[in-house]
Structures are given as structure tokens and as C-alpha cells.
């Protein structure tokens, strides 16, 4: 059973940093056949894309509202993906999420409907 646990949100003023950490088991194959993803979800809003690497191509995308703020990232080694997120904003306020797929070779990663594992979400407020 694959499981997917988040950790470091918390409470950031805004223009500080924030480095997310998602870590990952139960996978069926290695994980650097894995893309992995991020979203978010903020209060009345619907979950939202954020940052994709695709498995060890290492390939990277990005949402343009955190493109040169945010930097996707990955350890196959241990298993974990991470989001630095540098000069924080109150609008980055949410819910985020780790996502993963078996590599696809389909343009979905931005997608909340290609990715079959989650994890629980962790919060990261930014306070003006």
C-alpha cells in the first residue's frame, strides 16, 4: 500500500521560506520511476496544481504564479520529493498536497486526476 507523508508547513511571515517534504513507501516499483507532484488547496477553493518532477528525468514544471519562487526536487535514494518555497506570500496560504504516479508519458502531471496517491496535506500559512 502506498503512502505518501508530508512534513514542514507551518507558520511563515511573508518573503520567508518554507521547505516541504514528502516521503514515500509501499511503493510496487523504484521510486525514481515515479513523477511526483504538489498541489495546494486554499479555504473555498478547488485543489490546485503547483510543481511536477517526472521521474528520473528529473524534469520540472511549475505553475506560473510560483515559477522562480518554488523549486521542486528529488532524493530516489530516500525515497522523497520536497518543495522549497522561497519568498512566501499570503496568496500561497493552503493545504499542500504530495501527489504520485507511475511515470506516464502523457503531459498530465498538472492534472489532480492523474495522480492515483496522496498524501494527508500539510498546512502552510503566510501571514502579511
Known amino acids: 500500500q502506498v503512502q505518501l507523508v508530508e512534513s514542514g508547513g507551518g507558520l511563515v511571515q511573508t518573503g520567508g521560506s518554507l521547505r516541504l517534504s514528502c516521503a514515500a513507501s509501499?511503493?510496487?516499483?523504484?521510486?525514481?520511476?515515479?513523477?511526483m507532484g504538489w498541489f495546494r488547496q486554499a479555504p473555498g477553493k478547488e485543489r490546485e496544481f503547483v510543481a511536477a518532477?517526472?521521474?528520473?528525468?528529473?524534469?520540472?514544471y511549475y505553475v506560473d504564479s510560483v515559477k522562480g519562487r518554488f523549486t521542486i526536487s528529488r532524493d530516489n535514494a530516500k525515497n522523497r520529493v520536497y518543495l522549497q518555497m522561497n519568498s512566501l506570500k499570503p496568496e500561497d496560504t493552503a493545504v499542500y498536497y504530495c501527489?504520485?504516479?507511475?511515470?506516464?508519458?502523457?503531459?498530465?502531471?498538472?492534472?489532480?486526476?492523474?495522480?492515483?496517491?496522496w498524501g494527508q496535506g500539510t498546512q502552510v500559512t503566510v501571514s502579511s
Open positions: 518532477i517526472v521521474s528520473s528525468a528529473d524534469s520540472t
Open positions: 509501499g511503493l510496487t516499483f523504484s521510486f525514481s520511476r515515479y513523477d
Open positions: 501527489a504520485g504516479r507511475f511515470h506516464s508519458g502523457s503531459y498530465t502531471y498538472y492534472s489532480v486526476h492523474a495522480y492515483p496517491y
